[in-house]
């Protein structure tokens, strides 16, 4: 009998065998996370079980990776392993599916840092994104990798053996577990390095133990796995020379995908392919396969997905997707060094002839041939995207809803390819509201050749921009206006100076130039109440202009022609940034109501307030904040009290209340009056 000793802290019992040479076994509880993580898991996975194959296939995978790649550099390594291969056993008799390795293993540390707690991994993502709601869990699980605990779907019991290549370790070890909150280590005797998983599966899932289901199963998620993959069946009522004489046949294909001419290979091997890469559900929407011969040689394969992974827009330092190869072993996540930012949605393979195999990090950064792969790679990038776009359709739309933001940045980011970005954005506009509709060739085509510009608004969203006092000039000259109110919008226009000659300007500027103005101007009266307003309103605005395109609204911003607009201001504002101050510009309309009124009124305190109220409405149109919200609601609210009063009794003068700031009693008896 083993005995078992229970060690809920993680402090370092003994192992080993105890006095009477017995091996002990030592229990330790999951972290709190990984048991929140199973019971989730098990419930959102269910209908996807079979991806459990795909998750620990995927493992044994980069265990052999990790060997092949450390055997370069480190001699001391343990493994002389010639044949590296991954075995899956059916036992239907033990109701048991086992996944064997002999790839890098895992020491004892190893195991307990990678198995008993979640590491940075898929798993780890994947369960901070949880959202409780298994329907929406289900259908994110197609980004992650969700790893090794995906093993629980089916099993009730997962045994892991496991010794490591390193140099200097000779001991083996055994991690088992139910899944429900503890699991034991012990120290085993194991001869070959490399990693075995034993599956003990549930009863309602044991109708997997079937040799052929599991070779389907293979072969669908993994066929294109880079290590042979054999599938057996363990029967004690077979005859076992059988599988001992004739060759074995490994279930998947080995032959690297990119490594084939494209005309051997099908749609549904890439689709396959991409899958195993992505971990996406979903097909790819365009992919591109190159291979490159000359002074330097590459193959290159890459994917357009359709979906976009939850974190996608804001995430933009997680990137990892686009592997690199040399010679067909793998490297490491080279998504950083070969993918600009904005193209961080792309997903696929490169594999170099010509670099040194022991490449480092380092060395990657400043090698002139991975700068010239890297801008490969973005050509070949933006060919696809503009395949896609050329084809139309509801896929192009797709791609513009799912990761239109994220190519935007290209604009900021890639300078040199500024022109051809900015040919594959979309917008909304006014004549098309619907997001991601109208592209800039689009809104020329429209505008024709006398536009001398492309305008556009930014605003917070469509229905702010679309309330906006600016346009009223554009729609009465049926003008197009893109509507731009993604965040990252306010910053494009700041990089994006014209397309196709034709300069982008803002329809909130104050400099537009109208040939025929809406508004016939009194000019005295304008100075006249353009000066009123500027001395009511001293330091808080810049200028004070009439204006000659308002025509229902009573005063607009004047966005400085060139500068911060206020989107912008608003955002790095929320950023927690400091933003330099800045005195808008006010455009009144003089032939409105309320300035015709205050023109009128020879009353200062009226006219002052009335003032203040015109440019704090101009603000909020414009999606500004307030510096104070409480002012402004009261002195409309005395301006309201006052018109009443007007109205019903004639006499009353709005100045009475010269006295003092009005408060809410005396608002309400003005009402009575
Ligand atoms: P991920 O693969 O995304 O890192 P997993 O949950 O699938 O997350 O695996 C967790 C970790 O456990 C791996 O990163 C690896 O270090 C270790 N591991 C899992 N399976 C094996 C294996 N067959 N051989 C060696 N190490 C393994
Ligand atoms: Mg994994």
């Not at 890297?374 to 799912?402: N, T, Y």
């Not at 509507?483 to 919008?489: A, C, M």
């Not at 009005?662 to 608002?667: F, G, K, V, Y």
Request: with cysteine.
């Amino acid at each position: 009998m083993n005995q078992t000793q229970t060690e809920n802290q993680n402090e370092n019992p003994a192992d080993g065998p105890n006095a009477n040479g017995e091996p002990v076994i030592e229990t330790r509880a999951f972290d709190a996370e990984v048991h929140q993580l199973l019971k989730l898991m098990i419930n959102a996975l269910y209908s996807n079980r079979e991806i459990f194959l795909r998750e620990l296939v995927s493992n044994a995978s980069d265990a052999l990776d990790k060997l092949r790649f450390q055997a370069l550099t480190d001699s001391g390594l343990q493994s002389a392993e010639q044949n590296p291969a991954i075995e899956i056993s059916v036992d239907a008799e033990k109701h048991m599916l086992v996944i064997e390795d002999n790839g890098i293993g895992m020491t004892r540390d190893e195991v307990v840092d990678h198995i008993g707690t979640i590491a940075r991994s898929g798993t780890a993502r994947f369960l901070e994104s949880l959202s409780g709601d298994q329907k929406t869990d289900a259908k994110m699980i197609g980004q992650f990798g969700v790893g090794f605990y995906s093993a629980f779907i089916v099993s009730d019991k997962v045994v892991v053996e496991t010794r490591s290549a390193s140099a200097g370790s000779d001991e083996a070890v055994r991690w088992v577990s139910d899944g429900k909150g503890e699991y034991t280590l012990e120290t085993i005797e194991r001869e070959p390095v490399g990693t075995r998983i034993e599956l003990h599966l549930a009863e309602d899932h044991r109708d997997l133990l079937d040799a052929e289901r599991v070779k389907g199963i293979v072969q669908h998620y993994s066929n294109h796995v880079s290590f042979p993959i054999y599938v057996q069946s363990i029967d004690p009522a077979d005859d076992e020379s059988e599988t001992e004489s004739t060759p074995r046949k490994s279930v998947n294909d080995t032959q690297a995908l990119w490594t084939r001419p494209k005309t051997e290979i099908s749609d549904d091997e890439y689709t396959e392919f991409y899958g195993g890469l992505s971990g996406d559900l979903q097909a790819p929407a365009k992919w591109t396969h190159h291979h490159v011969e000359g002074n330097q040689s590459y193959s290159m394969l890459l994917f357009l997905p359709s979906q976009a992974p939850y974190d996608l827009a804001w995430n933009r330092d997680d990137r990892h997707g686009l592997k690199l190869y040399i010679q067909r072993v793998f490297i490491m996540d080279a998504a950083e060094q070969l993918l600009p930012r904005y193209l961080r949605f792309v997903r696929g393979v490169v594999d170099s002839a010509d670099l040194p195999l022991n490449v480092s990090r380092e060395i990657l950064q400043d090698s002139p041939l991975l700068t010239k792969i890297r801008a490969a790679v973005v050509r070949r990038s933006l060919d696809m995207i503009e395949k896609l776009a050329e084809q139309g359709g509801e896929p192009w739309q797709q791609f513009q809803r799912e990761f239109g933001n994220v190519l935007k940045e290209g604009i900021i980011e890639d300078p040199d390819n500024r022109e051809r970005i900015a040919g594959l954005l979309h917008f909304a506009s006014t004549t098309s509201t619907q997001p991601y509709s109208v592209s800039l060739a689009d809104y020329l085509e429209r505008a024709g050749d006398e536009a001398d510009a492309v305008w556009y608004l930014t605003a917070e969203n469509q229905s702010q921009a679309l309330a906006s006092p600016h346009l009223e000039a554009f729609f009465s000259r049926q003008v197009e206006v893109l509507l731009l109110t993604d965040p990252v919008d306010a910053w494009l226009v700041n990089h994006l100076f014209e397309y196709q000659g034709k300069p982008l300007k803002s329809a909130a500027s104050g400099q537009l130039d109208i040939d025929e103005p809406d508004q016939v101007v009194d000019s005295k009266q304008g100075e006249r109440l353009a000066g009123r307003i500027k001395k009511a309103l001293g330091d808080r605005v810049g200028n004070v202009l009439p204006s000659r395109r308002l025509t229902e609204s009573a005063s607009c911003i004047a966005e400085e022609a060139s500068g911060m607009n206020l989107q912008m201001r608003r955002i790095l504002k929320q950023a927690g940034q400091d933003v330099p101050e800045y005195k808008p510009d006010l455009e009144i309309n003089v032939s409105h109501d309320l300035l015709q009124r205050l023109d009128r009124s020879d009353d200062d305190v009226y006219s002052a307030e009335l003032a203040q109220v015109l440019l704090d409405q101009a603000l909020l149109i414009d999606g500004g904040e307030l510096a104070d919200p409480t002012g402004f609601v009261k002195r409309v609210n005395r301006l309201l009290a006052s018109g009443a009063e007007a109205s019903g009794a004639e006499s009353a003068s709005p100045g009475r209340r010269e006295s003092g700031p009005a408060d809410e009693t005396s608002s309400s008896s003005a009402d009575q009056a």
